[in-house]
């Protein structure tokens, strides 16, 4: 099997403020859906601080949905993706359809653009963030080197389905650091690696999660889905689920 095949079969596997609202001042009012159709509703804080006439904005989310080993690696020591299990119980199109958006570091966009890897959904937009790649050389992603910041706030801020952090550990690595992911989504595949690409490399901060969903498949995989504390557009969104 093709390197950029086995990439994108792992992240199946693994289940695998925004323009004039002060998120410093956000309150949460109701939950639009469940963790899988997507999207939260906050109170827009005006200057005024009117609290009468709340406006609820819809917030996209930023979930990290990644393939792991038990032993925390995303992949192996080179690069091996062969230990994650194809799990015929897991939808993969369900999986798919929650998204419209997917964000890539450059070394994990490079693998999925390998002869044979599969395209992306239709109507899926690619974002991939590098500063050494060049926009004329990739018009089918829109590359971002800067702005990381600026760049997701307008992503999160446009109408539509959740944005896919694909990965891989540098990226979530920076947006993690930036507050900027509202869910970590693990798939533990039974296996020790000991060694590769870890989940989160060093340096990061300790962060706390609040587990919202969790399932054990026959094939000993076992999915957990955590809300990043701290970040506003999943606190309230604490729908625990299991098998
Ligand atoms: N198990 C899974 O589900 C899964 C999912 C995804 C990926 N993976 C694996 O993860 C590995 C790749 O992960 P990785 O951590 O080595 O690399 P990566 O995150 O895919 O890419 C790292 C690159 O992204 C760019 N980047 C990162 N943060 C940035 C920022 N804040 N601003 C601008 N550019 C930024 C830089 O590109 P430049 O050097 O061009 O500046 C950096 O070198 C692969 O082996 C892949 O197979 C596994």
Redesign the pocket.
């Known amino acids: 099997m093709q390197?950029g095949v086995?990439?994108r079969d792992?992240?199946d596997?693994?289940l695998?403020g925004v323009g004039g609202v002060d998120m410093t001042n956000v309150a949460f009012v109701k939950i639009n859906g469940s963790l899988k159709a997507g999207h939260a509703a906050h109170r827009e804080c005006s200057a005024d601080q009117n609290a009468q006439a709340p406006r609820e904005v819809s917030v996209r989310r930023i979930r990290y949905?990644?393939?792991?080993s038990v032993d925390g690696y995303?992949?192996g020591p080179k690069?091996?993706?062969d230990w994650?299990i194809r799990d015929s119980e897991i939808d993969f199109r369900a999986l798919f359809d929650e998204f419209d958006t997917v964000l890539?570091?450059?070394?994990?966009?490079e693998?999925t653009q390998s002869p044979g890897a599969p395209p992306w959904p239709a109507g899926m937009s690619v974002y991939?963030?590098?500063?050494?790649?060049r926009q004329r050389d990739h018009p089918e992603a829109t590359i971002?080197?800067?702005k990381?910041e600026d760049t997701l706030a307008a992503l999160r801020a446009r109408s539509g389905k959740d944005i896919w952090l694909?990965?891989?550990?540098?990226?979530?690595?920076?947006?993690l650091g930036?507050g900027l992911v509202d869910t970590l989504e693990v798939?533990v595949s039974p296996v020790l690696l000991g060694g590769?690409?870890p989940l989160l490399?060093p340096p990061a901060k300790q962060t706390k999660l609040e587990l919202i969903g969790h399932r054990v498949y026959k094939t000993g995989i076992v999915s957990l889905r955590y809300a990043v504390q701290g970040r506003s557009a999943t606190k309230a969104r604490g729908r625990r689920t299991s098998a």
């Open positions: 390197r086995e990439l792992g992240a596997v693994a695998f949905v990644v393939a792991t995303i992949a690069g091996e993706a994650i890539l570091g450059r070394r994990t966009y693998i991939v963030f590098s500063r050494t790649l971002v080197a800067e990381l694909f990965g891989g550990s540098s990226l979530f690595q920076s947006l930036a798939t590769g690409i490399p």
